[in-house]
């Protein structure tokens, strides 16, 4: 009896192989390979088809922003202060509707992570591409799970920004319920659980390797009688410039908008750069507290991390950059030893094995001091304050500190020197000795 063929399986089984796919290029590829399926792209069934594709390349991150923006573009603003999502709101319109929210969501996010590969290479490489063919070249290269960690990022990072839509005019009720729709199963069970590893590296990139180079030129063409204005409200500028303006371009726009706001003229970045940038002066002037858009996507991923701390999946990367590693599991990604580069986490094992990457040696799960393992908030602000002389710097404090916001904490003295050499080896102040 001869074997079944492509051609003599039912539709129905046929159907479930096409909408099974987990990405619209592996989609694509199967329809170029097999005139089977593509005859079937060419009838009433294929909407449905690449319906389903759509929803398992994006995840349930991807998925959870789709449905809060449906869900919020139903309302008026005024009606969205009350509104609380209903089971109508799990519900798409038409399919050809649904498919353009899939659509609005994923573009975007691709775009981004494009963005995102391509500062990797550069960064890689030690300077940006000479020729729009080595970049070419360089991006065939990202695999589809390469590609998926990083999407996955982008869509938790628009997911929190949508859900924070408007937050300061809901009650705390309303915020929950809101949040509990989008985040969490019926059984009480996070639907979305990020790699905090990854979605780490990616909000550093995201602000310092794709923002954050345009609010460079604009604070280039300040005055100092400017800056000094901006200086007294906003403690560690430089921090305001790589990470808080970015957030506020996210949290303002989501990552549609931004990526609009990058594919516009220059002259075009630099006007909406320039509004954002005096949003703290001019919080100030009206008697307001300044929001801390510093540090609001880094609280979040440090919250992440202490609910998923006993189940993180990213502890046998082979993400060390020198053999005998040890991944101390009770201590957050961004805070492990030198050794360990949370930069690798977005790759491939097989590409990090080609760049002579390592697996840990063994798996640490010993209880350590707090102060082994900072907040990412913290850390970001130890690594990218470039201010020496920030407001926050007190040398005169009985504990050194490093950098803006971070405190060295109280441990044994004994600990003290390794526990200093070893956050210095990423950070980039130097404490004076005498303070030890």
């Known amino acids: 009896m001869g074997g ?33 399926f593509y005859d079937i792209s060419q009838t009433r069934l294929w909407t449905r088809i690449y319906i389903k594709v759509l929803e398992n390349d994006i995840g349930v991150a991807g998925q959870a922003v789709v449905k809060m923006r449906r869900f919020k573009a139903r309302r008026t603003e005024v009606e969205l202060i009350e509104a609380i999502p209903t089971i109508d709101d799990e519900k798409p319109g038409s399919a050809n509707t649904y498919l353009r929210d899939l659509l609005s969501v994923r573009r975007p996010v691709r775009f981004f992570t494009r963005l995102f590969f391509r500062t990797r290479f550069e960064n890689r490489r030690g300077k940006p591409f000479n020729k729009q063919t080595d970049a070419l070249e360089e991006m065939k290269t990202i695999t589809h799970s390469e590609y998926a960690r990083v999407d996955e990022a ?26 509990n729709w989008a985040f969490w199963n019926n059984d009480g069970t996070p639907q979305i659980v990020p790699d905090v590893g990854i979605l780490s590296h990616v909000l550093r990139v995201t602000s310092v390797g794709i923002v954050y180079p345009h609010v460079r030129k604009y604070g280039k063409t300040l005055s100092l009688q400017e800056l000094h204005s901006i200086s007294e409200v906003v403690e560690a500028i430089c921090l305001y410039e790589k990470h808080g303006i970015a957030s506020m371009l996210i949290t303002q726009f989501g990552f549609d908008g931004l990526q609009k706001v990058l594919e516009s003229t220059p002259e075009q970045i630099q006007k909406i750069i320039s509004k954002i940038y005096w949003v703290p002066c001019e919080a100030a002037h009206q008697g307001i507290t300044p ?3 510093v540090t609001q996507f880094p609280s979040l991923i440090t919250d992440f ?4 701390q006993p189940t993180y999946k990213g502890v046998m990367r082979r993400a060390w950059k020198r053999p005998g590693g040890k991944y ?19 790759w491939d094992d097989d590409r990090l094995e080609s760049w002579g990457y390592f697996y840990p ?22 690594e990218d304050c470039s201010i020496l002389g920030c407001s926050q710097w007190d040398p005169e404090a009985i504990f050194a500190y490093l950098g803006c916001g971070f405190g060295l904490a109280q441990v044994p003295m004994v600990e003290v020197i390794a526990f200093v050499n ?14 030890l």
């Open 291 to 293: 929001l801390n858009s």
């Open 361 to 382: 040696a063994e798996i640490d799960s010993k209880e350590y001091e707090r102060a082994y393992d900072m907040t990412l908030e913290n850390q970001i602000c130890t």
């Open 422 to 435: 070893e956050v210095l080896t990423r950070s980039r102040h130097r404490i004076d000795e005498s303070i």
């Open 154 to 179: 982008y869509y938790t990072l628009w997911l929190y920004k949508e859900l924070n839509y408007n937050v300061e005019l809901r009650s705390l009720e309303q915020v929950a319920a809101v949040n």
């Open 328 to 346: 101390r599991t009770r201590v957050a990604p961004w805070n492990q030893c030198s050794s360990f580069d949370i930069t690798a986490l977005v």
């Open 305 to 308: 991390w202490k609910y998923i």
């Open 4 to 36: 079944i063929s492509l051609v003599d399986l039912p539709l129905d089984i046929k159907l479930d192989l096409l909408e099974s796919l987990d990405s619209v290029a592996s989609l694509r590829s199967i329809l170029l390979t097999c005139h089977i």
